[in-house]
């Protein structure tokens, strides 16, 4: 069965501080692997999907198969992007459309 | 371009009484799906549909939920009766043709937050 694994809940950084979020993800097969967020009082949201190896809003996030894991990276925090993040798995393949995501990694930036 | 609509933004309920959401997708998308957010955790899919067809409800509780896409466009998502476990966020999402190879993305809506006392 696959999973999403966030370990951090609250995660607290000052303006200009580089930013890891952490996601660790279990499946067997080829997963399409993404960031979602969600800004106060807005929905969810793409973020951005490794197969399109993008930065977005200066974020990146790097599949490590390796490790099993897909950390989303800033190197310079904003206040802006204080906002709740969601990493999410879909099973690869035709037909195999389900989203599954973690629990959530709450992002504060100081300012 | 609204996006996805979903309508009521809250609801409060007594425990035992029936509820219903409305989703309404963003036009042209074939994939609707039904989420739950409990408090603290992450969206868990209840039900994804296919046009009108639902092609995965393996985590719908049955005896209770039920949801319909009659026309292949609006969806439904109803709670009879509810229980006092039920209170969250209902997510509706729409996509693409999600039978098609390749990433398609989710566009979610706003949620109806259910509290049922």
């Known amino acids: 069965a696959q999973r999403v694994t966030q370990p951090e809940k609250l995660l607290s950084v000052f303006k200009g501080a580089p930013v890891e979020l952490k996601c660790n993800y279990s499946?067997?097969?080829?997963?399409?692997l993404f960031w979602y967020v969600q800004y106060s009082r807005q929905r969810l949201q793409l973020l951005l999907r490794?197969?399109s190896r993008e930065s977005i809003k200066g974020f990146t996030a790097d599949l490590n198969k390796g490790e099993t894991s897909f950390h989303l990276k800033k190197p310079f925090a904003q206040e802006e992007d204080s906002a709740m993040y969601y990493c999410?798995?879909?099973?690869?393949?035709?037909?195999?459309?389900?989203?599954?995501f973690g629990t959530g990694t709450r992002l504060t930036v100081i300012p | 371009e609204a996006g996805v609509v979903q309508s009521p933004r809250y609801k409060i309920i007594e425990k035992k009484q029936p509820v219903a959401f409305w989703c309404n997708p963003i036009s042209g998308h074939n994939t609707l799906y039904w989420y739950r957010q409990n408090l603290g955790q992450g969206p868990e899919l209840l039900i994804r549909y296919e046009n009108e067809e639902a092609v995965d409800d393996s985590q719908l509780p049955k005896d209770r939920f039920s949801a319909e896409r009659l026309k292949g466009v609006d969806s439904t998502l109803k709670i009879q009766p509810a229980e006092l476990g039920d209170s969250a966020v209902y997510l509706c999402?729409?996509?693409?043709?999600?039978?098609?190879?390749?990433?398609?993305?989710?566009?979610f809506g706003q949620g109806t937050r259910l509290t049922v006392v």
């Open positions: 999402a729409s996509s693409l043709d999600g039978r098609a190879s390749g990433s398609t993305e989710a566009f």
């Open positions: 490794h197969i």
């Open positions: 999410a798995l879909r099973k690869g393949g035709p037909g195999a459309n389900n989203l599954f």
């Open positions: 499946y067997s097969g080829s997963p399409e």
